[in-house]
């Protein structure tokens, strides 16, 4: 079938051409983290965006309920980020070695603006999982710097996500990677916050401060003066949206207060808006030292990301030699993604998107409760921004999980898409992260699409 696209790519493509390049990217091509033989010969090729819609080869649009990969904040489509890159590439692509441009130097301004602590300095890196590395570095420098010399430990959460390089997996543990061999020695993990299977009976605040506190009890059994940072996501992505109650992230700020410990907020997935503030431990009245932020900042169109430090953080790294961040990464904050950053960041001032992730994140919530008339909904979170998720279970009561043999996670996605809906991210949790752009019709359109898919799998299930 020809495509319908008609800006920047050839207005058809012929069938042999699709097929041609189905050919291409099955011998030739990795997919990140996805088994060759579930996509070879039927990869989705997209070509054109509009809003949070995508058009893909063959011309059929689908709603992308995920933005991209967490990332499409402003929505697909947005010619002034083009002509913001093209006119940076045009003048200067990239600056002389020791040496900036002005994206840059405006972006590092814009952002510290935008942040909570007026003062922060950033460090701009390609990615998130860079970004993490950097918080990670900056954060055993700092407490170096800060007379705890041997402080070289990290704690962190089980199931987290911080990233799929080496240093970054040891962080997260998530069951989901690889086994690597031994991790990044220091890292120590901890019990997660999770709303829905309660890691400890009691009441949900309790039990928060609870999982907080098992922060505390390992710092002290380690020793305070040998551990660096505490990171963590404010909300657990790859745990399945967990959102913890505001006293949490308060208690974590307390502990690294207490024994001199550099908090990082992994706001890779969180950060620009995504929960309704512009960084979300905002909601909590809590200011992290470090800030790590992928993603959201150009929305995509570029690769960036950055490590926020506040100005207390920051000025440490002032001074001669002995104070020098010797950290560098030939394309951090490239000029190119800098301009775009700013161009996708006036597009969120101008469209007050932040705003529009509280209101509408209220009303996906809200409408996502419908849902719960389906046996097999166990749970719904969100109702902090445009971030969700709905859990499925075999049995409500008991919480019991679909055993793996039920394919939810193959099952799903196929039959949204059917639906004209692409969630990379649906099995027994269906993730929505759609573009803070979204209006209300399309939070409609999402929800309409799991109801009728759920229907199809109960039908499929015999429930
Ligand atoms: C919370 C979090 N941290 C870090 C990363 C790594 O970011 P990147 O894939 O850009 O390296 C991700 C990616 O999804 C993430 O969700």
């Excluded at 965006?49 to 992308?64: T, Y």
């Excluded at 020793?223 to 949490?248: C, D, L």
């Excluded at 207060?257 to 309704?276: M, N, Q, S």
């Excluded at 859990?391 to 639906?419: H, I, Q, Y």
Aim: charged share 20%.
């Amino acid at each position: 079938m020809a495509s319908t696209i008609t800006s920047g790519i050839p207005e058809t493509l012929s069938g042999e051409r699709i097929e041609e390049l189905q050919q291409i990217a099955g011998d030739h091509m990795f997919m990140h983290a996805v088994q060759i033989n579930d996509w070879r010969g039927n990869l989705r090729i997209y070509v054109k965006g509009e809003g949070v819609w995508v058009e893909d080869v063959h011309g059929n649009r689908h709603l992308d309920a995920m933005a991209g990969l967490w990332y499409k904040a402003v929505g697909y489509g947005r010619k002034e980020i083009a002509d913001a890159v093209y006119a940076q590439m045009t003048a200067i692509d990239s600056p002389p070695a020791g040496s900036s441009t002005i994206p840059q130097i405006e972006l590092a301004g814009k952002v510290a603006e935008l942040y909570p602590d007026h003062g922060a300095r950033s460090f701009f890196v390609s990615g998130g999982s860079e970004a993490v590395e950097t918080a990670v570095k900056m954060a055993k420098k700092y407490s170096q710097l800060n007379g705890k010399g041997g402080a070289f430990k990290v704690v962190s959460r089980r199931y987290s996500y911080h990233g799929g390089t080496a240093m970054a997996v040891s962080l997260g543990r998530n069951p989901a990677a690889d086994p690597m061999g031994p991790e990044m020695p220091g890292a120590l993990h901890v019990t997660n916050w999770n709303s829905y299977r309660l890691p400890f009976a009691g009441d949900p605040v309790d039990v928060a401060v609870k999982c907080a506190n098992e922060i505390e009890e390992v710092i002290v059994h380690q020793g305070p003066e040998t551990v660096a940072a505490i990171i963590a996501e404010p909300i657990s992505a790859a745990y399945g949206i967990q959102i913890p109650p505001a006293e949490y992230w308060q208690r974590l700020r307390e502990i690294a207060d207490k024994y001199d410990v550099v908090l990082i907020a992994d706001e890779v997935i969180t950060g620009f808006g995504r929960t309704g503030e512009w960084f979300a431990p905002t909601n909590w009245g809590v200011q992290p030292d470090i800030t790590v932020v992928a993603k959201a900042i150009t929305s995509g169109y570029a690769p960036l990301g950055a490590a926020i430090a506040t100005k207390k953080i920051a000025d440490a790294f002032i001074g001669g030699p002995k104070e020098t961040f010797r950290h560098l990464i030939t394309f951090g904050g490239h000029p190119i993604a800098s301009a775009a950053a700013l161009a996708n960041l006036k597009i969120f001032e101008r469209e007050d998107l932040v705003g529009n992730s509280r209101r509408m994140g209220t009303y996906l919530y809200e409408k996502l409760q419908d849902l719960f008339s389906h046996k097999i909904v166990g749970d719904v979170r969100g109702g902090l921004g445009l971030l969700a998720a709905v859990e499925l279970v075999s049995d409500r009561e008991n919480k019991t999980p679909f055993p793996a043999d039920a394919g939810l996670a193959k099952k799903l996605p196929k039959m949204l898409f059917d639906r004209n809906m692409v969630s990379f991210r649906a099995g027994d949790v269906i993730t929505i992260c759609p573009p803070l752009s979204i209006n209300k019709d399309e939070i409609d359109f999402i929800v309409d699409a799991i109801d009728g898919a759920l229907d199809e799998l109960e039908g499929e299930l015999g429930i």
